[in-house]
């Protein structure tokens, strides 16, 4: 894979993401799959697209998508695309900026490309792992310790992009005093923060899926960042089992010091 297929899969998620804002103003239907989680005529759309022209640009992978009915066929594959055609459908739905389009392709259970776009507010991270990641054609990094900033106390914490829904829970609760959790909603799109500098980590104590992840992991590689479970354990793509125990990214230089107040914390 070169930087020519890598400006493809960006231009091919970017128009998923346009085809969700076209929708958007336009108007949507929402429908709901469990419990509360939403998912929209706009996500099946975009679902539409990327598998169609993903496909078309590389026929031999295999394709995991969170709407699309999933097969075992893919297990079989060297390549397979992972996508979430809209990663933070409650945000989109609430029209809150904090959701993306999350393309990613991996190779023997390792992501080696990754596209996270916000089409909302028009920002696409895109990498290739070993080569480098870039936001919106400039370089990003993940790699050194970003400036922290000052609590009321004085005392300098960690900045951690947390979900809406787990901050409401209480889950970064124990963590009170210790980090400046920041609500932003999907999970891609924290990664591609993190990736970008903007942030210095963003962690998950709870399930998530391959899809949600995949994406912003490769992104977070390719900038020099780290990426794993919540216990430290590389992630290993295209299983049977789609769920993750739980996810962990930090710039480099913070990942240690994370992955340890989880440990003693978490």
């Known amino acids: 894979m070169d930087q020519t297929f890598l400006d493809t899969v960006a231009e091919i998620t970017k ?17 709901f799959k469990t419990g509360d989680d939403p998912v ?13 022209h993903l496909l078309e640009l590389l026929p031999e992978a295999g394709w995991l998508s969170e709407e699309t009915r999933d097969t075992e066929d893919r297990l079989t594959k060297q390549y397979v695309w992972i996508v979430d055609p809209i990663d933070g459908t409650r945000e989109f739905v609430e029209r809150i900026p904090h959701y993306a389009v999350s393309v990613a392709l991996a ?14 507010k028009d ?19 993940a790699e050194y310790k970003m400036g922290l900033r000052e609590s009321s106390s004085e005392v300098p914490r960690l900045v951690a992009l947390g979900s809406r829904s787990e901050i409401k829970r209480g889950e970064f609760q124990p963590f009170e005093g210790l980090l400046e959790v ?3 909603g999907s999970i891609a799109y924290k990664l591609a923060l993190v990736a970008a500098g903007r942030a210095h980590t963003t962690f998950s104590l709870v399930p998530k899926n391959e899809w949600d992840l995949a994406g912003g992991v490769a992104i977070i590689h390719a900038a020099g960042g780290r990426a794993t479970d919540k216990t430290g354990k590389p992630f290993a793509f295209n299983q049977r089992d789609t769920l993750t125990n739980g996810s962990l990214a930090a710039t480099h230089a913070d990942y240690d010091e994370v992955l340890q107040l989880i440990q003693r914390v978490g």
């Open 15 to 31: 128009q998923a993401g346009r085809i969700v804002e076209d929708i958007a103003q336009s108007g949507f239907e929402t429908s």
């Open 40 to 52: 929209t005529t706009a996500d099946h759309a975009a679902n539409t697209y990327l598998q169609s």
């Open 107 to 120: 190779k023997d259970g390792e992501v080696i490309l990754g596209v996270v776009y916000n089409p909302a």
């Open 123 to 141: 920002e696409c991270f895109y990498a290739l792992v070993g080569e480098g990641a870039w936001l919106n054609g400039s370089p990003i990094t």
């Open 182 to 184: 920041e609500a932003v």
